[in-house]
């Protein structure tokens, strides 16, 4: 009811009727995308920055978005608890980062191995909110592909621990999508025993 009356909102925008329901969907996810993830990334931002890592951040956050928006990942019922993991999640990363950068030829290894895993298990559903498609799963793969390929030939050629952080965002978001799997086929596998159960 909540999708539908914002939906209606929107359509005031539009009194000759340019755009039918489908269209108003895929606008309102995209607000609701941009709007969510701009004020965290600001958010997050100043945080890193008081902690003199701003820089290491911005580069964190594009690598993330940037794959993130052709994988998709976990996504959280509370605008709250978005941020307390998404702070956690880039504060972990760049740790890695930082502090095992000696062992960067193990997480470039790892980056190429997540690297495939990552293109196999593409797309996943996003959240109830936001279940706009409209790109085919074969493009999608292939657009994970590229992107996990130029993390890893960035990393190759730059030795500094911020470079890491392409890879390790390859690892990362692969884990995510092997949880929502796991969680998928586990909600599957309940629906399945109810309505055998019922039949």
Known sequence: ??????????????????????????????????GGDLSKLLLLFFTFSVFGHGLEFLYGSITTLLLRMKVGGKHFKSYTQCLVFSFAYFAVMMGIAFKLSHLRWIILGLGVV????LTLLTPQIPSNSRRVLTISPQRLKATAAF?????????????????????????????????MKGEHLHEKKNRSNIHLSRS
Do not use: C, H, V
């Open 1 to 34: 009811m909540n999708r539908l009356n914002s939906i209606s909102a929107l359509k005031k925008l539009d009194p000759d009727n340019r755009f039918d329901n489908d269209q108003w969907a895929r606008i309102q996810y995209a607000l609701l995308a941009i």
């Open 114 to 117: 997540f690297g495939g895993i």
């Open 147 to 179: 992107f996990a390929l130029i993390y890893i030939a960035i990393s190759l050629k730059k030795s500094e621990p911020i470079f890491l952080l392409g890879p390790l965002t390859i690892i990362f978001q692969s884990i995510q999508l092997i949880i």
